[in-house]
T-cell receptor
């Protein structure tokens, strides 16, 4: 199946710093990528939809100035958590949309564990 | 309101036993229904994806069913293995993906 990678897999940072998370589709081009956040024992919550070459679409309640998304190429989207605070500590997962003749699907990355101290 | 509800919330079974997880949804419009397996600390991995016209789909020991009339789906796991311990998430696509809360499965030796 298709492969989506994320880097880093885990990061610990100090409060007030910015953290960048990369999401790459390794063997297909993804015009659309999605960013999710997942808290312990909860399901994934969509944060934003990232479209190559255009501005991301954010879900209600997600601060676009805090969670900067850039989708500069068909295989790379980045999420930057600016001025991170402890409440931003979470598991961040990206997914890449792959269209097909018969059915489309999303492939998820392995996730990035963010801990803000 | 678009919702996906899964049951049970958690389940413990012995290795080698079968189990069935349930998913009820109220999502419109409906495009497809997917089952994902998510290991702790990892991203979800697709098990099956079914469109409106498909009633059942298998992937190894995993068999998913879909009743579009009653808006119910199930995931049956046969001859469970310790590695099946994970969270199983039902996701319905209706434009956006609507995620269920997941069923936490624990397979004990």
């Amino acid at each position: 199946g298709a492969v989506v990678s994320q880097h880093p897999s885990r990061v610990i940072c100090k409060s007030g710093t910015s953290v960048k998370i990369e999401c790459r589709s390794l063997d297909f081009q993804a015009t659309t990528m999605f960013w999710y956040r997942q808290f312990p024992k909860q399901s994934l919550m969509l944060m934003a939809t990232s479209n190559e070459g255009s501005k991301a679409t954010y879900e209600q309640g997600v601060e676009k100035d805090k969670f900067l998304i850039n989708h500069a190429s068909l295989t790379l989207s980045t999420l930057t958590v600016t001025s991170a605070h402890p409440e931003d500590s979470s598991f961040y997962i990206c997914s890449a949309h792959r269209g097909g003749m018969f059915q489309e699907t999303q492939y998820f990355g392995p996730g990035t564990r963010l801990l803000v101290l | 309101k678009n919702q996906v509800e899964q049951s049970p919330q958690s389940l413990i079974i012995l290795e080698g036993k079968n189990c069935t997880l349930q998913c009820n949804y109220t999502v419109s419009p409906f495009s497809n229904l997917r089952w994902y397996k998510q290991d702790t600390g990892r991203g979800p991995v697709s098990l099956t994806i079914m469109t409106f016209s498909e009633n059942t789909k298998s992937n190894g020991r995993y068999t998913a069913t879909l009743d579009a009339d009653t808006k119910q789906s199930s995931l049956h796991i046969t001859a469970s293995q310790l590695s099946d311990s994970a969270s199983y998430i039902c996701v319905v696509s209706g434009g956006k993906l609507i995620f269920g809360q997941g069923t936490e499965l624990s397979v004990k030796p």
